[in-house]
């Protein structure tokens, strides 16, 4: 079975660019998050959604992030305009369960 | 959620055992105790989960004490594959899927050959 899949799995771009991160949860999970991970600071939530609905965005670090999901099958994060300390690898996962969650692969964001 | 407190840093000769101490000394009563690891340039990898009973699956054992204020998370038979970031996580289940996973620092395994 196909797991969470994101893409690019790589980005560079320059500051003040948009930069869109992809997600495709697991079929049939109902939760997607997006989490950042950085070596200052670790592995953060950004946000989550329970049946394409966000529930909790508390963890969006300023109003230059953004996240969709319009349909079960996919989600974006977006941020506008980029600044280089939005570098970091941003992680998407989902789930059916409570217990767990499953990770994609990441998206390793460089932003000069 | 109650916060865990986990060695940073831990060393393991492959094929040996890895024993891996959580302490979450205010865990409450209908709080679990899970288990991820990281491998490096992935992502988080569920392990196991447990409440008060000791928990076995094909990746690990899971045992919490009486009290509960603490467990260990038990790998039987380190590999050079099991070099990971290890996360002690302690929250609610919740009957939804869609309830907060508060990663800490964690407790980086080497396996050493």
């Known amino acids: 079975d196909a797991g969470v899949i994101q893409s690019p799995r790589h980005e560079v771009t320059e500051m003040g660019q948009e930069v869109t991160l992809r997600c495709k949860p697991i079929?049939?999970?109902?939760?997607l998050f997006w989490y950042r991970q950085t070596m200052m600071r670790g592995l953060e939530l950004l946000i989550y959604?329970?049946?394409?609905?966000?529930?909790?965005d508390s963890g969006m670090p300023e109003d230059r992030f953004s996240a969709k999901m319009p349909n079960a099958s996919f989600s974006t994060l977006k941020i506008q305009p980029s600044e280089p300390r939005d570098s970091a690898v941003y992680f998407c996962a989902s789930s059916s369960t409570p217990w767990t969650q499953h990770f994609g692969d990441g998206t390793r964001l460089s932003i000069l | 959620d109650a916060k865990t407190t986990q060695p940073p840093s831990m060393d393991c000769a492959e094929g040996r055992a890895a024993n891996l101490p959580c302490n979450h000394s205010?865990?409450?009563?209908?709080?679990?105790v899970y288990w991820y690891r990281q491998i490096h340039s992935q992502g988080p990898q569920y392990i196991i989960h447990g409440l008060k009973n000791n928990e076995t699956n094909e990746m690990a054992s899971l045992i919490i004490t009486e009290d509960r204020k603490s467990s260990t998370l038990i790998l039987p038979h380190a590999t050079l594959r099991d070099t990971a970031v290890y996360y002690c996580i302690v929250r609610v289940a919740l009957e939804t899927s869609y309830d907060k996973v508060i990663f800490g620092p964690g407790t980086s395994l080497s396996v050493i050959p």
């Open positions: 205010t865990i409450s009563g209908n709080e679990y």
């Open positions: 079929s049939g999970h109902n939760s």
């Open positions: 959604f329970n049946n394409n609905v966000p529930i909790d």
